[in-house]
């Protein structure tokens, strides 16, 4: 089972490029970000057309999250992160699909830190922690993925000196990665590469991709179910050498059966 998690960069404008990268490699599941698009926008017929369903939670202008399948539509468990009913940001939504029950995230960026979206990002963090440990204690098959907005480690960006400062580097969100790891969760790339340099966004600015000065900060989590079933993972890191496509790549982990 080849399950992928995409930051679209608005699905949309880069439907093209969506469709394409689909039909070349061909993922199970895909669980896509940052969709920019309110919920009657979502390209449901053309992905319909390329074999894959889906379930999206959608959002005007920003946010947007969405999982796709196809080997089965997903089956939704939830639209909203629990633990806050007046967020209405569209950044989780959660499925199972053939027995595995995936939570695809768009967790908030938190830039100028510190302030109020910092504050927000560190809020809602928390708010995962809560879930993804009653998640754990299910004992069901379970991932996280998505765009987690944080680099856990200085081997996970480019001059990680010149991030210091940043809502993705400070110490208290890569904490809080940490602590969410510490619950019982594998990273899957750091799983099978604990040593490589891998990134899976490059700005669009300074010719980051060009130069590889990137950052990680789209993440698989797996339950310790899933972990024994991890065989593979990567980035189709050429993805953002396309034209006009996303500044993110996509990320794939393969689970055996």
């Given at each position: ?30 669980c ?10 979502f390209?449901?017929?053309a ?7 889906a ?13 796709l399948?196809r080997?089965g ?10 633990g ?9 939504i959660?499925?199972?699909v ?15 830190a510190?302030g ?14 809560k ?5 754990l ?25 010149r ?28 799983k ?8 899976t ?15 990680r ?25 396309w ?7 996509p990320?794939?982990?393969?689970l055996?059966?």
């Amino acid at each position: 089972m080849k399950i992928a998690t995409y930051n679209v960069n608005s699905i949309n404008a880069r439907l093209p490029v969506l469709l394409r990268w689909l039909s070349e490699t061909a993922p199970d599941v895909a669980c896509l970000q940052e969709l920019k698009a309110p919920q009657e926008k979502f390209p449901e017929e053309a992905l319909k057309n390329a074999g894959y369903q889906a379930i999206w939670h959608g959002q005007k202008s920003w946010n947007g999250v969405a999982i796709l399948s196809r080997i089965g539509k997903p089956e939704e468990v939830r639209n909203a992160l629990p633990g806050d009913p007046e967020d209405e940001q569209s950044r989780y939504i959660e499925a199972t699909v053939n027995g595995v029950l995936i939570g695809c995230l768009y967790l908030p960026n938190g830039n100028p830190a510190p302030g109020p979206k910092f504050d927000y990002k560190l809020s809602w963090f928390e708010r995962l922690a809560k879930h993804a440990a009653t998640l754990l204690e299910s004992g069901k098959p379970v991932l996280l993925t998505g765009d987690f907005n944080v680099m856990p480690t200085e081997i996970d960006v480019y001059k990680p000196e010149r991030w210091v400062d940043d809502a993705l580097f400070r110490p208290e969100s890569r904490l809080a990665f940490k602590n969410l790891v510490d619950q019982g969760w594998t990273d899957a790339i750091r799983k099978l590469y604990p040593d490589e340099i891998i990134y899976t966004f490059w700005d669009y600015f300074r010719d980051a991709y060009g130069r590889n000065a990137g950052l990680r900060i789209d993440h698989f989590l797996l339950s310790p179910a899933l972990s024994k079933r991890l065989v593979a993972a990567g980035v189709d890191r050429n993805v953002r050498g396309w034209e006009k496509t996303s500044d993110h790549g996509p990320v794939w982990i393969e689970l055996a059966d």
